[in-house]
């Protein structure tokens, strides 16, 4: 699995923090994402795919390997 996060089109939820904070972080001066493992590990492949689908801004992008 890979991951792509498009910042500009992040709206600072924090969903994929709450979700996956081990794959996602918040910048703190303006809560925008932050991705701290673009190829996480396998245990954590169903969070990521979770807060890819709730994102509000769809943001998030999961390549499947």
């Keep these: 699995m890979k991951i792509e996060v498009d910042?500009?089109?992040c709206?600072?939820?924090g969903?994929?923090?709450?979700?996956?904070p081990?794959?996602?972080d918040q910048r703190?001066?303006?809560?925008?994402?932050?991705?701290?493992d673009e190829s996480p590990?396998?245990?954590l492949h169903d969070d990521v795919r979770e807060s890819?689908?709730?994102c509000p801004a769809a943001?998030?992008?999961?390549?499947e390997s």
Excluded: H, N, W, Y
């Design 7 to 9: 910042v500009p089109k």
């Design 11 to 13: 709206v600072a939820s």
């Design 15 to 20: 969903q994929c923090v709450l979700i996956a």
């Design 22 to 24: 081990d794959v996602f």
């Design 28 to 36: 703190d001066d303006d809560g925008m994402v932050v991705l701290l």
């Design 41 to 43: 590990a396998p245990e």
């Design 52 to 54: 890819a689908t709730v």
């Design 59 to 63: 943001a998030i992008r999961v390549q």
